[in-house]
């Protein structure tokens, strides 16, 4: 049940419906807007309290038909955002990458993943303490050194940390070291983690479960937000399905569904949704187009060498790939927040440099209008009926190229040289049709 308070009810009013509604061993939860105050009513037998709309102060009382009241639309009208450290993520707050290993390994491997995907732009670093597997030979983390890591990790990069809960008797450990409590797939049963979980104000990240729908994972946040904790994040990763080509089917129709039915956050998790490393970056750019909040990402230093889910682990050079598509197709601003800037030359300004670079990529544009031209000019001089695609001349310039020294590597050269020799064709075609008499 929602109770709607008049904009003009005053406290007094208010406190006279939650007294009522605790008189009748119900619970009450008062949200306070910027025009108006709505408290919901928890519990069974809420015909108990049908006359509340006769208190002053009440505008109207709405009957919940879901089962789940304080995760509902119904209950908070509009889109909430949680704030996880300096981060937030929900309503307003766009796209927010969280990434990081599925375990903590070691020291250098956490710092050096942390550092980096700060620099590429995430703004949130995961990493796994301790960790639920399904066989107990695998890799089950490193506990309590693995906080310790990511403590130093945090404060080296000032990144919040998620990690995964896996027990109740670890909540209060994890309140020291870590801003955002996971409860992954496997616990999002485990009611007894859901109270302990919701009675802290750390905020939570749920996960559904690989077998629930989504009125189950919603029940089990309205687990954690009965208890007290308001500050609950929900995270797709994927339901277990008869296809067997993937680790799980991710779920995408998930998003839409929710905005329809809660205020809640959601971030989507490609990496265990997929279980492929391929696949990860495509159905990243699927759930930020589809409106997910975040993006949950296992990067990894060295991926086939990973103790656990090595397969589905970015490596750092695919992960700057998926945040340059992100930025590209404007999922993700421009210039990433936050980045570790690189040791500038000696004597020169952040400034100077970046000025130099704006000379080039002037220099670079006019060179690629001029190439074109020349282009252009050769094809006129030659029989109208043959074709433009020299390939000889092609594999000549791309290997002249990738022979070039320098930071960039041969494959990259080659792949820009290609698009350079894509676009000049296409323009080559473009200007001879135009010039053919009709």
């Known amino acids: 049940m929602i109770v709607v308070m008049r904009p003009t009810a005053t406290d007094a009013q208010v406190e006279k419906v939650r007294q009522v509604v ?8 008062v949200s306070v807007g910027q025009e108006r105050t709505v408290i919901g009513v928890v519990g069974t037998d809420l015909d108990r309290v049908a006359h509340i709309g006769l208190l002053p102060g009440v505008e109207s009382v709405i009957r919940v038909t879901q089962p789940y009241k304080l995760a509902s639309i119904e209950h908070h009208p509009t889109r909430t955002h949680v704030r996880v450290g300096e981060v937030d993520i ?26 980096v995907v700060k620099r590429e732009g995430a703004r949130v670093l995961r990493g796994g303490a301790f960790k639920p597997r399904t066989s107990p030979y695998s890799f089950q983390g490193l506990g309590k050194e693995a906080l310790d890591i990511l403590a130093e990790a945090r ?9 995964e809960v896996t027990d109740p008797g670890q909540v209060p450990l994890f309140d020291d070291y870590v801003d955002l409590l996971q409860v992954g797939s496997r616990n999002m049963h485990n009611f007894v983690l859901l109270r302990a979980v919701g009675q802290t104000q750390k905020p939570v990240l749920l996960k559904r479960g690989f077998g629930a729908t989504i009125e189950e994972w919603l029940l089990a946040a309205e687990y954690i937000l009965s208890s007290g904790n308001s500050n609950v994040i929900l995270c797709e990763r994927g339901i277990r399905t008869f296809e067997p080509s993937t680790r799980n089917t991710l779920d995408l129709s998930a998003i839409p569904v929710l905005r329809e039915r809660t205020h809640l956050p959601i971030v989507v998790d490609p990496s265990h949704g997929t279980g492929q490393r391929s696949l990860v970056t495509p ?3 699927a759930a930020a187009a589809v409106g997910a909040d975040g993006l949950l990402v ?3 230093p060295d991926p086939p060498n990973a103790l656990s889910d090595g397969d589905q682990s970015l490596g750092f050079d695919d992960f700057g790939t998926l945040m340059d598509e992100l930025r590209r197709m404007h999922f993700l601003p421009a210039s990433a927040p936050g980045p570790i800037p690189a040791a500038p030359e000696p004597g020169l300004t952040v400034g100077a440099l970046r000025h130099r670079i704006d000379a080039v990529d002037g220099s670079l544009a006019d060179l690629l209008q001029e ?9 006129r001089l030659r029989d109208p009926d043959a074709s433009s695609h020299d390939l000889h001349r092609e594999e000549e310039l791309l290997s002249r190229a990738g022979a070039s020294e320098g930071p960039m590597t041969r494959t990259e050269l080659v792949n820009i040289f290609g698009s350079i020799l894509r676009a000049s064709r296409s323009a080559q075609r473009r200007t001879m049709r135009q010039e053919i008499p009709e």
């Open 22 to 29: 605790e008189e009748h061993d119900l619970e009450a939860f």
């Open 371 to 379: 190439r074109t031209r020349l282009a252009i000019a050769v094809q």
């Open 283 to 285: 159905m990243a750019l």
């Open 90 to 115: 929900g309503l307003g707050a766009g796209l927010v990458i969280m990434a990081g290993p599925c375990s903590v390994e070691s020291r250098e491997q956490l710092m050096q993943t942390a550092r």
């Open 155 to 163: 404060a080296a990069t000032r990144l919040p940390v998620v990690s």
């Open 298 to 300: 296992e990067v990894h």
